[in-house]
T-cell receptor, first 113, second 114 residues
Framework: QKEVEQDPGPLSVPEGAIVSLNCTYS??????FMWYRQYSRKGPELLMY????GNKEDGRFTAQVDKSSKYISLFIRDSQPSDSATYLC?????????????FGSGTRLLVRP | KAGVTQTPRYLIKTRGQQVTLSCSPI?????VSWYQQTPGQGLQFLFE???????NKGNFPGRFSGRQFSNSRSEMNVSTLELGDSALYLC?????????????FGEGSRLTVL
């Protein structure tokens, strides 16, 4: 079993839809949770960053962390064609004597005009 | 503020050759990490350098190596290239003061091995 599971998609939605992207994880030691967006032929860019449980909102984007369920989500409101990209979840924490950062495999999102 | 710069952007090599990739981090960032990205395996961590020292290492064979210079610029080298080394190699920088996962990625070097 992978430490971080993410549905690869693709997820296709019409413009204006609310998008929900999710990841599950197995290691309760993760403390920091990130969402990265990667456009085709580009490097990933940090979209959202949260520490521990709770919600964080930034414009049309909301990141949610539920540590009790080991589940994180990214919601995109009023989705736009420009949101079409691959979204990678990532999580990190100190484990034993070393630091660990793990990325999900990414969910490809297509927003249709 | 300039972003992370990676060179070359594209390169083609043949099996058995070696390759060196370069990364210039964001000014002031002292940590540089390298990742390999392939469709099948996703983002795989290669190694991280902080202040010229390797701080973390992933599970890659010894053919993959790296170094960091005093100006924080980093290079990674792959020797005896194999077909399976074809991938997008991404460099990411961070301030490095604490390991939180806030990384700033370059656009990558796309390596094709024939």
């Amino acid at each position: 079993q992978k430490e971080v599971e993410q549905d690869p998609g693709p997820l296709s939605v019409p413009e204006g839809a609310i998008v929900s992207l999710n990841c599950t994880y197995s290691n309760s030691a993760f403390q920091y949770f990130m969402w990265y967006r990667q456009y085709s032929r580009k490097g990933p860019e940090l979209l959202m960053y949260t520490y521990s449980s709770g919600n964080k909102e930034d414009g049309r984007f909301t990141a949610q962390v539920d540590k009790s369920s080991k589940y994180i989500s990214l919601f995109i409101r009023d989705s736009q064609p420009s949101d079409s990209a691959t979204y990678l979840c990532a999580m990190s924490g100190q484990m034993d004597s070393s630091y660990k950062l793990i990325f999900g495999s990414g969910t490809r999102l297509l927003v249709r005009p | 503020k300039a972003g992370v710069t990676q060179t070359p952007r594209y390169l083609i090599k043949t099996r058995g050759q070696q390759v060196t990739l370069s990364c210039s981090p964001i000014s002031g960032h002292r940590s540089v990490s390298w990742y390999q990205q392939t469709p099948g395996q996703g983002l795989q961590f290669l190694f991280e350098y902080f202040s010229e020292t390797q701080r973390n290492k992933g599970n890659f064979p010894g053919r993959f190596s790296g170094r960091q210079f005093s100006n924080s610029r980093s290079e990674m080298n792959v020797s005896t290239l194999e077909l399976g080394d074809s991938a997008l190699y991404l460099c990411a920088s961070s301030s490095g003061r604490t390991n939180t996962g806030e990384l700033f990625f370059g656009e990558g070097s796309r390596l094709t091995v024939l």
